[in-house]
C-alpha cells in the first residue's frame, strides 16, 4: 500500500469516507451545550463542533406542558421547525403581534432576524419538535425588554403557490 503524501480533497479510495462519510447520531447522544432561551430544550445532533456541518445545524427542540419561551432571534440563520409531536403556537413581529399554529407533520419557516416566540399550545403534552438552521453555528439572540402585544393577531398561512389574493393584499405591509 503506498502512503498518500497529500491530504487533498481527491475522492481516491473510499475507505476515506469511512469515518468522513455518512453520520448516524444517535437520538440518546444529542448535544444539550447549544445555545439555550429559557422555557425550552434545545438539543444539537448536527454541527460544526460534532460532525463538522458547515452550512447546516439540525437538533431537537422540547418544550414542557403549557410552556413558552422567552422572546428571541437567531441572527442571520434561517430556521426551519418540523412539529413531531404536539402543537406549536408561534408568535413573531416586533411586539409578538402576529401568531400561528402548527401540529404534527406541519413545518415552520423562521426567517433571519425575526423577533419570536416558541408556545406549547397544550396544557398537559409535551411540545416535541426538529429544528434545522441554515449555518453550522448555533445563533440564539434572546431578547428579554421585547414587549408582548396583548392579543396578538392570527395568520392563517397560506401556500404562495396556491394563493389567489385581491389585489389589496395585505401581505408586503411592514
Not at 434561517?78 to 406541519?106: N, Q
Not at 426538529?130 to 396578538?152: I, T
Not at 392570527?154 to 403557490?161: C, F, G, L, N, Q
Request: glycine letters at 8%; aromatic letters at 6%; charged letters at 20%.
Amino acid at each position: 500500500m503506498a502512503e498518500q503524501s497529500s491530504h487533498e480533497h481527491t475522492h481516491t479510495s473510499p475507505d476515506d469516507w469511512k469515518h468522513t462519510g455518512v453520520r448516524v447520531i444517535p437520538g440518546d447522544q444529542l448535544d444539550n451545550s447549544t445555545a439555550q432561551t429559557p422555557g425550552m430544550s434545545r438539543a444539537a445532533a448536527i454541527n460544526f463542533a460534532r460532525v463538522g456541518a458547515q452550512k447546516l445545524w439540525a437538533g431537537t427542540v422540547t418544550i414542557d406542558a403549557n410552556a413558552k419561551t422567552g422572546a428571541h432571534h437567531h441572527g442571520h440563520l434561517e430556521s426551519v421547525i418540523y412539529v413531531l409531536k404536539g402543537k406549536a403556537r408561534m408568535r413573531w413581529g416586533d411586539k409578538l403581534e402576529f401568531t400561528a399554529e402548527a401540529g404534527p407533520g406541519d413545518f415552520i419557516f423562521v426567517p433571519p432576524y425575526v423577533p419570536h416566540q416558541e408556545i406549547n399550545a397544550l396544557e398537559d403534552e409535551k411540545l416535541e419538535c426538529v429544528l434545522m438552521r441554515s449555518d453550522g453555528e448555533a445563533v440564539a439572540v434572546n431578547l428579554p425588554d421585547l414587549e408582548p402585544a396583548e392579543k396578538p393577531e392570527h395568520v392563517a398561512w397560506i401556500d404562495p403557490t396556491h394563493a389567489n389574493l385581491p389585489h389589496g393584499d395585505h401581505h408586503h405591509h411592514h
